[in-house]
């Protein structure tokens, strides 16, 4: 057993053998199951992210709301939110275990949308090679960029990415992630795209955070067609979509929509054939150009629309009365030195707005969500409220969960951070850099 599949294995603090009879043998098997834990959590300097009611988005000036109860107690039983309240109220709860939060705040878990967790080895060299002058685009336009990384990846066995990765959203889970969205796209092959969705897949099974699979077959061109983009899209199309969906790896589609990568014509012609087998789109647009990739997805009721560095006024005009959350990945602007999503702009005319990560080796290489809230708050001038709304309940809706994560709600899934002793929620962006995570708890389950 490796050093991560111990971290996961071990977390389970009490499990029971459950004999079955195997119909199909005269064996009896045993089923794991983890034994049904009962968490009460005194004392909680500030409880966040309390909703009485099942909200599931949070839109405009509502983002500036972040319901608070201070002096708290919050009772988990199995996997699940059960009771919460002011420490006022308190009756006593018999629980398994207590903790004592005094001086802490509790929230729910980071949900990240938008990732690229699985990957094989890194691009530091384009890091130094960026410092040193090249742009992105130049260094992409020299065989760097994602087609670095679709060649890494395609050298790589499947059991190596899946432990790389694995190391990766192992980190994540303890910066408080507890919802993750993992793309596709480094792959570019059909082989390789579906060894990526594969390991997907094994995460999703083997990892205690929630994970939701994103087909990006249309990430980049590869090389032996940069004369042919069509029919790399034929492939995308008339192979990859299908036989991905065939063996259900993925749930959501994707295309990178930009100036050099996939125009409005090819995006519409994937998003098409996506939906028609039952993916839904939640696209990269904007990153560096507007040219109508926001409108393109809410007619496709993206269920996201990603990046947004650039947004005109009929981009915002787009998004106004439709379901698709517009997505922020401010750590991508902060590592490429590009502009910042215009949050403010979005926000006061009235949308919602969801933070991610973007967690990848060329743009991003971190998916710490702590940093994005502060660099949210800082670079965006969204105020805490807003940045911990957009990093949970509307990153939750962006992943299609939010009847489920995000918020502290009854019935909800118990996935919690409790800080270490701060003076307040807002100490959390403001402290940018720092870690300020005493523990977390994910499915219910106490993480070490
Ligand atoms: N922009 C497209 N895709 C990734 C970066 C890919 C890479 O550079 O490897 C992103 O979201 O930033
Ligand atoms: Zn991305």
New binding site residues.
């Given amino acids: 057993m490796t050093d991560s599949q111990r971290f996961f294995y071990t977390s389970y603090l009490e499990k029971i053998l459950v004999p079955f009879p195997d119909n199909r043998s005269n064996f009896v098997n045993f089923m794991i199951l983890p034994l049904a834990m009962s968490i009460l959590i005194t004392n909680i300097k500030e409880l966040i992210q309390v909703r009485d009611t099942n909200v599931t988005i949070v839109k405009g000036s509502d983002m500036k709301t972040l319901p608070v109860i201070k002096n708290a107690y919050l009772f988990i039983e199995h996997d699940t939110i059960v009771e919460y309240g002011s420490m006022d109220d308190y009756q006593d709860i018999d629980a398994d275990e207590v903790i004592d939060a005094t001086g802490k705040v509790v929230m729910p878990s980071w949900c990240d949308s938008h990732t690229?967790i699985v990957y094989a080895g890194n691009?530091v060299r384009e890091f130094v090679d960026r410092i040193n002058g090249l742009s992105?685009e130049e260094i992409a336009n020299n065989g760097g960029?994602?087609l670095n990384?679709a060649e890494k990846l395609q050298n790589t066995s499947e059991e190596e990415l899946y432990q790389q990765s694995l190391k990766r959203l192992n980190e994540v889970i303890k910066l408080g992630t507890g919802t993750v969205e993992i793309k596709s796209?480094?792959g570019l092959t059909v082989d390789a795209e579906l060894k990526m969705l594969r390991v997907i897949k094994r995460l999703k099974r083997e990892s205690l955070a929630f994970i939701k699979p994103t087909l990006l077959g249309a990430?980049a061109v590869p090389k032996e067609y940069s004369n042919n983009k069509s029919a790399y899209v034929d492939l995308v199309v008339n192979e990859l979509i299908p036989k991905a969906t065939e063996e259900h790896l993925a749930e959501y589609i994707d295309v990178?929509c930009?100036k050099g990568y996939f125009d409005l014509d090819d995006t519409e012609r994937i998003l098409k054939a996506g939906v028609a087998h039952g993916l839904r789109p939640k696209i990269?647009v904007n990153?560096f150009n507007a040219f109508g990739g926001v409108a393109l997805g809410v007619k496709y009721d993206a269920l996201s629309v990603d990046?947004l560095e650039e947004m005109s006024k009929e981009d915002i005009e787009a998004l106004k009365n439709s379901n698709t959350m517009p997505v922020a990945?401010p750590s991508?602007s902060y590592f490429l030195s590009i502009p910042y999503t215009p949050a403010r702009q979005m926000i006061d005319a009235g949308l919602p707005l969801a933070l991610a990560t973007?967690y990848?080796?060329?743009?991003?290489p971190s998916g710490n969500m702590n940093f994005v809230v502060s660099t949210a708050c800082i670079k965006m001038k969204m105020t805490p409220e807003e940045a911990i709304n957009a990093a949970t309940i509307n990153g939750a809706y962006a992943m299609g969960l939010s009847n489920m994560y995000g918020s502290i709600c009854r019935g909800k899934k118990a996935n919690l951070i409790i800080t270490k002793e701060i003076p307040n929620y807002q100490f959390i962006p403001y402290a940018f850099g720092e870690n300020l995570i005493d523990e977390v708890i994910i499915n219910g389950i106490r993480l070490d």
């Fill in positions: 690229h691009r992105y960029g994602i990384s796209g480094y990430h990178f930009e990269h990153q990046h990945l991508c973007d990848n080796p060329g743009s991003t």
